[in-house]
């Protein structure tokens, strides 16, 4: 079917013409634009184009931009900013883009792949859990599993972290604690998912956001899967303790700059100290910031080279974080 006659039961163009007008005006009409309901082809979804699902209309009028290392500002074309036709509301249009790569941890190679039906599944699971971005899923015209995603308006957490005034020994007695709580409401949530027999699957620093609308730190892009042995959660758990050493650092403290900038604690690190998953980054915090807790710097060291047992699921993470927490309102004074 031509793309210019919609099927039976979906908008005409002069029907989303009309939508387009009453939500920008005339001037923001575009002169040519396609109406899409088979995004297989996902290139082929352009600026002011039209994506029809379930007879509802987006307005695309942008993409997203990844934020993984080494590929910032990069943009993913599979993942279209849109807006709502009727009623107006931006959307994030998540479409099918089948993607695999390995990662390392230690010596153990995982294999992780693109999985939109898990992230369809997971969020019906999380529907009503205020700690994860929401959104539904359909299946457009070919089939392909379409994730419509409520847009979250607020700064990525690790930059407004970023953002506190200080040095690190300022920031860590007068800040850390209330991150820290934040953090361990981030870590009650994917024991949520993994309780529900879920993971997320690509947890990192950059896929928490602060949702400013409801003061609430929120989990997003949970459409990783990787491929598991024995500890279905491993690499959910390797990528808490990343975020973790990355807070209480306020940053990721590099071998290469202490080398250059404090060769005095650079002589005192062994290879042991180093992180498991990065090895060019220090673990054991507490040789860097002597005054960090004891409690705190055992739950990042298991996360080392020297780590000689691992976390095997979330509460055992959460029962020593409490006692964290615990050392760390001591520190603060109880706030």
């Known amino acids: 079917m031509n793309e210019d006659e919609p099927e039976p039961g979906l908008p005409t163009r002069p029907e989303l013409i009309e939508l387009m007008t009453e939500l920008g005006g005339n ?5 040519r634009f396609k109406v899409i309901t088979d995004t297989s082809d996902f290139f082929r979804v352009g600026y002011n184009d039209v994506v029809v699902l379930n007879s509802t209309p987006f307005w695309v009028k942008g993409y997203e931009k990844e934020g993984r290392f080494g590929l910032d500002d990069e943009p993913k074309y599979w993942v279209r900013r849109a807006v709502e036709l009727r009623g107006g509301a931006t959307r994030i249009l998540k479409l099918v883009f089948h993607e695999t790569f390995t990662t390392r941890i230690g010596d153990v190679e995982i294999k992780c792949f693109r999985s939109p039906r898990k992230e369809a599944r997971i ?45 690190h020994e300022e920031y860590f007695h ?3 604690s209330g991150v820290f709580k934040t953090y361990i409401e981030m870590v009650r949530a994917i024991k949520f998912l993994h309780d529900h027999g879920e993971k997320h ?33 491993a690499f959910d758990l390797h990528g808490l303790g990343n975020i973790l050493i990355y807070l209480a650092g306020r940053g990721d403290v590099l071998v290469p700059e202490l080398y250059q900038l404090q060769p005095e604690i650079y002589n005192r690190l062994i290879g042991e100290d180093l992180s498991i ?4 980054r220090v673990a054991n915090l507490q040789k860097v910031y002597p005054y960090i807790p ?42």
Do not use: C
Not at 159 to 167: I, R, S
């Open 27 to 31: 001037a923001t009409v575009p002169t």
């Open 174 to 176: 007068r800040h850390f």
């Open 294 to 335: 004891d409690s705190l710097n055992l739950i990042m060291r298991h996360f080392s080279v020297g780590a000689p047992i691992f976390y095997e699921n979330t509460g055992q993470m959460l029962d020593d974080l409490a006692v964290a927490q615990g050392d760390l309102e001591k520190l603060s004074g109880g706030a």
């Open 201 to 233: 699957g690509d947890i990192r620093r950059d896929h928490i956001l602060w949702d400013r609308e409801t003061g609430t730190p929120r989990w997003i892009d949970f459409d990783y899967n990787y491929e598991h042995g024995e500890s279905m959660f």
């Open 277 to 280: 998953s990065y090895r060019n």
């Open 123 to 167: 969020l019906d699971l999380v529907r009503e859990h205020p700690n994860f971005m929401h959104g539904r899923w359909v299946l457009d015209r070919a089939g392909n599993n379409v994730r419509i995603l409520e847009f979250i308006r607020g700064k990525r957490y690790d930059v407004m972290v970023d953002e506190l005034a200080g040095d």
